[in-house]
Every structure is written in structure tokens, then in C-alpha cells.
T-cell receptor, first 115, second 110 residues
Framework: GAGVSQSPSNKVTEKGKDVELRCDPI?????LYWYRQSLGQGLEFLIY????????KSGLPSDRFSAERTGGSVSTLTIQRTQQEDSAVYLC?????????????FGPGTRLTVL | GIQVEQSPPDLILQEGANSTLRCNFS?????LQWFHQNPWGQLINLFY???GTKQNGRLSATTVATERYSLLYISSSQTTDSGVYFC????????????FGSGTRLQVQP
């Protein structure tokens, strides 16, 4: 079946602009995660959605970052007033359920470059 | 939070050689995954192995949860095995997000 998909694959923006990144999880997966991978910080957790529960936002680095998940499926990560330090690869993952440990599967990522 | 340490950080092998990659973690875990990140950045699932031993072709993995470590074995390495190998865990308690190690960069030379 289809894996996790993300769009766009690459995004170049100017400092101060807002960007939206999209993630489409594997069909039937109720848990969805956003991570980012940057040279200085490695792979780090950003936010986690499980069903209709309130999201775990504990990994978001600042209030410029937000995410939503509509209808329990597609998720959008929004970064407002982008800064150069936001440049990274943003990865989305999904799993069957988040309430119990389950294998997470990752999308191909969106490479964000802030000029 | 939980700490995840991987060793060695870099490894260069000749094609056909065997290798062992190690992952140590600082707390009890209920999820442990090994990934291979290919040159295009895609994270490929290798093993979901919170405990025990699994094998898939030339790769195998063992997690000894009571001693807080996991090992990934690569036998008869091929140039296509090159890339970065990540170990990632979730704690027994707390959030479900994965905490990643810093990875082992493997280069297999022909």
C-alpha cells in the first residue's frame, strides 16, 4: 500500500515568510508525528497527534510553529515568520496507534531552506 | 529525557566484510527501531525490536532490554548498505515520540 507522503519535497523561502508543509499518513494509521532533522540538532521530535486527543506539542521550538490535523488524516505544519535556523528537513511519520507502542513509518521529508 | 548513544559514529568497510553497530539507552523502553537513512534522506525501517532477536536477510538485530542496549549486525556488506543507521526508542512512560541516537555513518567501499 501507499506509504507516508509529504509535500512539497523542497521549499525555498525568504526570511520572514510563512510556510505550510503537508503530510498524508498511511491509511488507517491514527497516530501522526512531525520531526525535523538539522545538521546541528540531529533528528528531533516536534509534535504528535493521536486520534481526537489533544496533540502533544512539547517538542515545538517556538510559538511560530503550529500544526493541525483535519479529519484525523492529513496534517499541516505551519511555520510563521521563518528564520534561517528553521532550515532543516521536516519529516512526518505515522503508526497504527499512539496509545501503545507501535512501529513508526516515515515519509520522504520536506527540505526547507530559509534564505 | 532518555539518552540514546550509538557507536561507532563512523565506519568504513570493504565490500563483503561484517560489522556490528551498537545502541545504548539510558532508561526502560517499550519501542526500539533501527533505520537506514539512504543518500536521498529517506528513513527505511529495518527492525522494530523492543526485545529479542530478529533477522532479515543479511541483517539481524538483538535488543537486551534489561541491559539497555541493542546491536545491529550487517553481514557480507554491499555498497548499497552505505548510509546512516539510526537507533530510536520510546520510553516505558511518557510520550510516544521516538528519541533518536546521533547515528552511525557507514561507508562500504568496493
Amino acid at each position: 500500500g501507499a506509504g507516508v507522503s509529504q509535500s512539497p519535497s523542497n521549499k525555498v523561502t525568504e526570511k520572514g515568510k510563512d510556510v505550510e508543509l503537508r503530510c498524508d499518513p498511511i491509511s488507517g494509521h491514527t497516530a501522526l508525528y512531525w520531526y525535523r532533522q538539522s545538521l546541528g540538532q540531529g533528528l528531533e521530535f516536534l509534535i504528535y497527534f493521536q486520534g481526537n486527543s489533544a496533540p502533544d506539542k512539547s517538542g515545538l521550538p517556538s510559538d511560530r510553529f503550529s500544526a493541525e490535523r483535519t479529519g484525523g488524516s492529513v496534517s499541516t505544519l505551519t511555520i510563521q515568520r521563518t528564520q534561517q535556523e528553521d532550515s532543516a528537513v521536516y519529516l512526518c511519520a505515522s503508526s497504527l496507534a499512539g496509545g501503545v507502542p507501535n512501529e513508526q513509518f516515515f515519509g520522504p521529508g520536506t527540505r526547507l531552506t530559509v534564505l | 529525557g532518555i539518552q540514546v548513544e550509538q557507536s561507532p559514529p563512523d565506519l568504513i568497510l570493504q565490500e563483503g566484510a561484517n560489522s556490528t553497530l551498537r545502541c545504548n539507552f539510558s532508561d526502560s523502553v517499550n519501542n526500539l527501531q533501527w533505520f537506514h537513512q539512504n543518500p536521498w534522506g529517506q528513513l527505511i525501517n529495518l527492525f522494530y525490536i523492543p526485545s529479542g532477536t530478529k533477522q532479515n536477510g543479511r541483517l539481524s538485530a538483538t535488543t537486551v532490554a534489561t541491559e539497555r542496549y541493542s546491536l545491529l549486525y550487517i553481514s557480507s556488506s554491499q555498497t548499497t548498505d552505505s548510509g546512516v543507521y539510526f537507533c530510536a526508542v520510546t520510553r516505558d512512560t511518557g510520550r510516544r515520540a521516538l528519541t533518536f541516537g546521533s547515528g552511525t555513518r557507514l561507508q562500504v567501499q568496493p
